[in-house]
């Protein structure tokens, strides 16, 4: 609850509206949804948490028009690789900008997952 207002939560898979799909050599394994609402006439924020071309938000947005037609979209992110767009899309809300390079690769780990809350940035794809 937030000020009263009965605050919604979901989850989105993007898999099969990334413009990427096929440029992978192995299949990539789609996850379910988890909306159990329509967002017609409201206002949601996206969530990710390394924002860097783009590319991952506008699949978002093409999945998010399968539950309606919301008033307003606004994205929120944990770590904005700001200097890497590819399309024209900015983030409302920002936890960390960092200058990366395209070869660079930003790795977040949760304590819950991974024993510890940190953002790692690598010179090569990590292993």
Request: a negative charge; charged letters at 30%; one cysteine or more.
């Amino acid at each position: 609850m937030l000020d009263g207002q009965d605050i919604r939560c979901g989850e989105l898979d993007v898999t099969f509206h990334r413009d990427d799909l096929r440029m992978h050599d192995t299949p990539i394994a789609p996850q379910q949804n988890k909306m159990e609402f329509l967002v017609d006439g409201r206002n949601v924020v996206l969530v990710d948490d390394v924002f860097f071309t783009g590319r991952t938000i506008r699949a978002g947005l093409d999945a998010l028009l399968a539950y309606g037609r919301p008033d307003k979209v606004e994205l929120a992110v944990l770590i904005d690789r700001r200097f890497s767009r590819e399309l024209p899309i900015e983030p409302t809300y920002i936890g960390k900008q960092i200058d990366s390079i395209v070869g660079q690769h930003v790795v977040v780990e949760w304590k819950e997952e991974n024993g510890s809350d940190c953002v790692l940035l690598f010179n090569s794809k990590p292993e």
